[in-house]
């Protein structure tokens, strides 16, 4: 052969390698600009290996251009085996001490959650950059090792290895997965000496890093001086003022982001749908259900079931069905979504039997189902069913007990009457801390007058947490129900020189599309006046129809005309007065409270539902009560 052959040859088996590698590259470059929906992306990725495939059909030799792409498709696709085999290969080309491809290894193995192989490859590598670094550190964020991906944030800088803003953001969402505020803060001190602060996506990770640890004056700061902000960044805002409780301010952001001419996504659509949720803000979770239709985004099965679950905790259970039918895909988050709406709203037969719908298609329950079911069960006083749940889903679906779910059965066992059996069950839990389930065994001592039980398990939630705000409210509530005014006022004192504060109530409304919010005895809303008219009116027409206030949970020393005059003023009380006055005739009252409703309110509510002829919806902290006619849904059992 001669040497014009040979370079011939070379030349063209370089220009058949090229245009593999440029083949396969091409069509991973169109996967990912035209993503839309994992099955897209996956669909490109599978086609990239096929194309790789017939490559060494042909008899062409991959080099390490060709590697990078289709280590990429593996990572893609989180195809570990397959990566396993393009490694093999790449150690019989001879490329493996290769740099970028070295990161490129150690990113695939991490992302397919092999953080073994990871190590094997990166321990490895004569030379380690920046991209090393971030495939390690992102790979132990991803799978749940937050503090290992700190401790090589640490190593890499302590080698002369200067992060980048992919390293902040990996080691962010690390600080974000372990709530660590102090190293998160430290990391933003870093953020601001390498000038990263300005990135989108490193400001989006420190206000999501900051909201969910709690610090949303920390996030709002982050959030304010961004010179500019995407979807991302708003939807961690968003999502931040849920988790820490503020749903109204949530969805003055989700409007500021419409405003300013943002596109939310399907995260933001489902950060929003949960501040509506959690405010009982039917009218505008509808008026985001539209958006999302236009939006193209209802097909989204977390959207869907964001919906779902929205629907039904803002109490309407017909919407949350119209929705799961019309949904073209679900999984077991939406099945948990409408089971927890049954559960919540009283159903208890109905989650069984749409239960059993599920099975029969084929999705697989988790722990979230069974928590619902027992949920179900509880609410709607079904023992027998509710122990056979908790059977079936150790026996026949061998999924571990948790904290929920004995708290549950705790609760299921103790409302029916069952306090022994109840205390017995918590005592056998082998997870700790077990305040949740003492708890729940106390609220059941409430509800039958077991002052002696209340005292025992008292104490054990007090060893446990000294601070535990509601655990003394309820002893003292006992006491007060059981006449015990003398040790009622002891433990308020004793509650008091501690230094233990109760949550105070607080009750939603939304009326023409505003949310207002309530205390109890509030004296800011601009209508104070006009509900203390309405309060007064209902009040005399329920002593006529025969309400006897219920005054033996005040804890005051005081004369009865005040305790009742305290009892008008309940949060649920002013919610309900300006539902009555400020909406038509027959609008249904749609009403959220974060603690458990009162014997009282409970029972002036069904009054009032009867004496205006609507229909009132009261959500507090443990279930949905439906008052219409004079009756509510949970008939007294709650």
């Not at 200067?162 to 969402?173: A, D, H």
């Not at 003292?476 to 004192?493: M, P, Q, T, V, W």
Request: glycine share 8%.
């Amino acid at each position: 052969m001669t040497k014009d052959m040979a370079r011939n040859n070379v030349n063209i088996d370089c220009f058949r390698r090229t245009t593999w590698k440029n083949g396969i590259q091409s069509i991973l470059k169109f996967g990912e600009r035209n993503y839309g929906g994992s099955s897209f992306w996956i669909l490109h990725n599978e086609k990239a290996i096929q194309l790789f495939q017939r490559m060494q059909q042909e008899g062409v030799t991959p080099n390490k251009f060709t590697f990078v792409p289709l280590i990429n498709a593996c990572a893609g696709l989180g195809a570990l085996e397959g990566g396993r085999l393009v490694h093999e290969q790449l150690i019989q080309s001879g490329c493996e001490s290769d740099v970028f491809l070295g990161s490129s290894l150690v990113d695939m193995y991490a992302k397919c959650g092999s953080i073994k192989d990871a190590w094997s490859v990166f321990n490895k590598m004569p030379l380690r950059n920046v991209v090393t670094w971030n495939a390690m550190v992102l790979g132990h964020v991803k799978c749940g090792q937050g503090q290992k991906a700190l401790e090589l944030f640490q190593q890499m800088q302590q080698e002369g290895v200067r992060p980048n803003s992919v390293t902040f953001v990996g080691v962010l969402n690390a600080c974000a997965s372990m709530v660590a505020y102090e190293e998160g803060k430290s990391v933003h001190e870093q953020i601001i000496q390498s000038g990263c602060e300005s990135d989108v996506f490193v400001g989006s990770s420190l206000v999501d890093m900051y909201t969910k640890c709690g610090s949303l004056e920390d996030a709002q700061r982050v959030f304010n001086i961004m010179p500019s902000r995407d979807v991302v960044t708003w939807s961690a805002m968003i999502l931040g003022h849920v988790k820490c409780g503020q749903g109204q301010n949530a969805l003055k952001l989700f409007r500021q982001l419409l405003q300013e001419g943002v596109q939310p996504n399907s995260v933001t659509f489902v950060a929003v749908l949960n501040a509506c949720a959690s405010v009982v803000a039917l009218e505008e979770g509808r008026s985001v259900h539209e958006q999302i239709i236009q939006s193209g985004c209802e097909s989204d099965v977390f959207v869907g079931s964001s919906l779902v679950d929205m629907y039904a905790k803002c109490g309407s259970l017909e919407d949350a069905w119209r929705v799961f039918h019309k949904m073209p895909s679900r999984d077991v988050a939406t099945w948990n979504a409408i089971l927890g709406g049954c559960a919540m709203h009283g159903h208890g037969r109905e989650a069984l039997k749409h239960f059993e719908q599920m099975c029969e298609e084929g999705v697989q329950p988790d722990d979230i189902t069974f928590v619902c079911l027992l949920s179900a069960c509880s609410h709607a006083g079904l023992v027998d069913e509710g122990m056979h749940c908790y059977a079936a889903m150790v026996t026949d679906y061998m999924i571990s007990a948790k904290l929920e779910h004995y708290t549950c059965m705790v609760d299921l066992l103790g409302r029916a009457g069952h306090l022994q059996e109840a205390e017995n069950m918590v005592k056998a839990i082998p997870c700790k801390p077990q305040v949740a389930a003492w708890m729940a065994l106390l609220g059941t001592c409430r509800i039958h007058g077991n002052v002696e039980m209340a005292e025992r398990v008292a104490k054990q939630i007090l060893e446990m947490e000294p601070d535990n705000a509601a655990g003394c409210v309820l002893l003292s509530n006992i006491y007060a129900a059981a006449g015990n005014r003398h040790l009622c006022e002891n433990f308020e004192r004793q509650r008091m020189e501690k230094g233990v504060k109760k949550q105070p109530g607080r009750t939603w409304i939304e009326v023409n599309n505003e949310v207002h919010t309530f205390v109890v005895e509030d004296q800011d809303h601009p209508q104070m006046n006009e509900i203390h008219g309405e309060l007064q009116r209902l009040s005399g027409l329920m002593h006529d129809a025969g309400y006897v206030p219920c005054t033996k949970f005040i804890l005051h020393d005081v004369e009865e005309e005040e305790k009742v005059f305290h009892l008008c003023h309940h949060s649920e009380k002013l919610a309900i007065a300006l539902g009555l006055i400020n909406t038509a005739p027959g609008t249904p009252l749609r009403i959220r409270k974060n603690l458990r409703v009162c014997e009282d309110c409970h029972t002036s509510t069904k009054f009032i539902s009867k004496i205006v002829g609507r229909a009132i919806m009261v959500r507090d902290a443990n279930r949905f009560h439906h008052f219409e006619d004079g009756i509510c849904s949970c008939m007294d059992y709650w």
